[in-house]
């Protein structure tokens, strides 16, 4: 096995995974097999408990691990299938030490950070890297790891002597570190400054290890002599140094990565050179080049309470975006606060509230995703209304799926105190309930988590349709209240369609009302699953419908295509688009990255 480390310096948030994910992609495409491991040194043993304002979405695995939104990266970049233990954090280690402890494994000894954590560091990677997650038998060639925060933390410093420890004992050419570091510009004088990179370096070095090559962040590419100059003081040869400048969406990274022949250094510091080959990734000269391309915009209105932070919904917006271009559309994300919508604001904040309004009227299609707490409840509602009424394509996620059918009840059905009992647990129509073998009292790891099987009972419907007529589809689900069951054929006999439930029968998982031009939800999770050369089929339905193009995506979908998405350089011309998840997935070419996409018209995400 060979390895990849993958640490930051300087400051966080320069791309880190990201860069591992291409790296992947490029050693991906000279041949070899690659997984992933992400180390996240917070205290915390999974990411489930933590607001999505803290660290970012909570990314689902089929497995049920709630795991850092990088992972999301991974496998998206990598068409891999993780599990909660290729995220490691101090947490797990600790509590996995703590066990042993207490089990009498350690016979005495005093447990210390050296030599018992650093060993389980240890240990965990080389037992995780052994696990394949590309479907093929036996490990993989090179396990990419990434290590989360920035040298120099505190809480880092037991992984970093683990690392150091760890490149030792496999030895050379089977270990290589990759630092990513931030090169600034100032205005003022308009050079590039090696200076906080050099100081990066010097105390990556002073804890044990030296980086084989550096890749630099910077708004343009690295001039020559600021190559020479890093090199002189850095130690690495100037060949191993890149620059991972601004790009118009990352799709174009692994290409950086590709041009300034990365590759060679890593397969050379790995001793791999003999059995790789040259990178093909035309695919992705492709998807980066049509994503520049596209003109003809498609309106979303996404409504959710952490729309101060894109990060929070990172992997929707990815599946927005490979569904957008699936159809050759330009996408543009309004966010809309969902207490904005709400009566009180029209009287605390009346432009708040004018300017939420207009975005909401103004878009394509509206998409409410998941969520927890009852902050902005009633501003989805109001969404999922507006959207009912106005014949506006929907799609509501778990939450959005469960508050499209209280609205349903109240103003359809006529059931004015119709709620979720998360919210009311005394509602004398309670339409969403507490699912039963949760736990009310620990948070962490008690809802109904991973992949779960959902069986269409309604076989002529856009959604059984949009996954290509399959009789079940396997999708991720993070939720602990759903519909209640007994409220079912109400529901019905009112016109709301329940297409999709669970092998009991007793979950609903998909809802749809047959005359509106697109109104879904769904109790999963659809966006997890996404991935640019798979586009989901409920994000793919929610653009096609809010694009026009609905009809004839079902068309195709029926007729077993794929949708759209693989692309000479030049040619606009479709192809068919993918359906996809896990035994209703049937195969298809090319795809789109998850690129950037725009946010009211101006803003951009990273990914």
């Known amino acids: 096995m ?38 996240d040194p917070y205290l915390n043993t999974d990411a489930g408990t933590m607001s999505p304002f803290e660290h970012g979405e909570v990314f689902v695995l089929d497995d049920g691990g709630e795991v850092d939104l990088d992972l999301g990266n991974y496998e998206r970049f990598l068409d891999i299938k993780l599990t909660r233990d290729n995220n490691i954090t101090t947490g797990k280690i600790y509590q996995s030490v703590i066990n042993k402890e207490r089990e009498g494994e350690y016979l005495g000894k005093t447990v210390q950070v050296v030599p018992h954590i650093t060993n389980a560091i240890q240990d965990w990677i080389e037992r995780v890297a052994m696990v394949p997650v590309d ?36 030895g050379a050419g089977n270990f290589c570190l990759v630092h990513v570091s931030l090169v600034p510009v100032l205005n003022v004088v308009g050079e590039q400054k090696t200076k906080p990179t050099q100081h990066s370096v010097r105390g990556l070095r002073g804890l044990g290890l030296t980086p084989n090559m550096l890749a630099c962040r910077s708004t343009k590419e690295l001039e020559e002599n600021v190559k020479e100059k890093l090199s002189q003081f850095c130690h690495v040869p100037a060949a191993n140094i890149f620059t991972l400048y601004d790009v118009s969406n990352i799709w174009h990274i692994p290409l950086l990565l590709r041009d300034q022949k990365a590759h060679n250094a890593i397969l050379k510091v790995l001793n791999l050179e003999s059995v790789a080959q040259e990178p093909k990734l035309d695919e992705w000269v492709a998807r980066a080049t049509l994503y520049d391309t596209l003109q ?18 990172l992997s929707v917006l990815k599946a927005l975006l490979h569904a957008s271009v699936s159809c050759h559309k330009k996408l543009v994300v309004d966010w809309v606060a969902s207490t904005d919508l709400e009566d009180s604001t029209a009287s605390e904040a009346p432009d708040a509230y004018k300017a939420a309004w207009t975005l909401l009227k103004g878009a394509d299609g509206v998409l409410v995703p998941g969520g927890f707490g009852d902050r902005g409840v009633k501003g989805k509602m109001m969404a999922a209304k507006y959207a009912r009424e106005n014949n506006v394509p929907y799609l509501g996620i778990c939450l959005g799926m469960q508050l499209a059918v209280v609205e349903f009840a109240r103003h359809v059905m006529k059931f004015p105190d119709a709620d979720s009992t998360e919210f009311n647990p005394n509602t004398k129509t309670p339409c ?11 948070m ?4 109904r ?9 309604v076989t002529d419907c856009k959604s059984a349709k949009l996954y290509g007529d399959v009789n079940y589809v396997d999708e991720r689900h993070r939720h602990r209240y759903e519909v209640n069951p007994d409220m079912v054929p109400a529901f019905e006999n009112a016109g709301l369609q329940f297409v999709g439930k669970d092998e ?35 994000f793919v339905g929610l653009i096609a419908a809010a694009c026009g193009q609905l009809d004839q995506v079902l068309q195709d979908s029926c007729n077993g295509h794929v949708v759209a998405a693989k692309h000479k350089l030049g040619d606009s011309s479709s192809t068919p688009l993918v359906h996809q998840n896990g035994h209703a997935q049937k195969q298809a070419n090319g795809g789109v990255a998850n690129g950037t996409c725009h946010a009211n018209g101006n803003g951009s995400t990273h990914g």
């Open 432 to 442: 969403v309930i507490f699912m039963p073998e949760g736990s009310k009292t620990h």
């Open 449 to 457: 988590l991973g992949s779960r099987r959902t069986f269409f009972k």
């Open 444 to 447: 962490g790891g008690t809802m």
């Open 504 to 538: 009991t029968g007793q979950r609903m998982e998909i809802i749809e009302i047959p005359d509106h031009r697109f109104f879904v939800g769904v109790q999963f999770h659809p966006e997890f699953k996404s991935t640019p050369s798979k586009p989901s089929p409920p």
């Open 296 to 313: 003809d915009e498609v309106r979303i209105a996404m409504v959710g309470k952490y729309t101060g932070l894109s990060d929070s919904y």
């Open 135 to 170: 479907g093929q038998e036996g490990p993989a060639d090179v396990c990419v790891i990434e290590l989360g925060g920035t040298i120099g933390d505190i809480e880092s410093m037991p992984f970093i002597e683990a690392l150091g420890q760890f490149s030792y004992h496999v």
């Open 2 to 39: 060979k390895y990849v480390l993958v640490t930051g310096g300087v400051v966080s948030g320069l791309g880190k995974g990201v860069t591992a994910s291409s790296i992947g992609v490029v050693l991906k495409a000279c041949g070899l097999r690659i997984t992933s491991i992400k180390i």
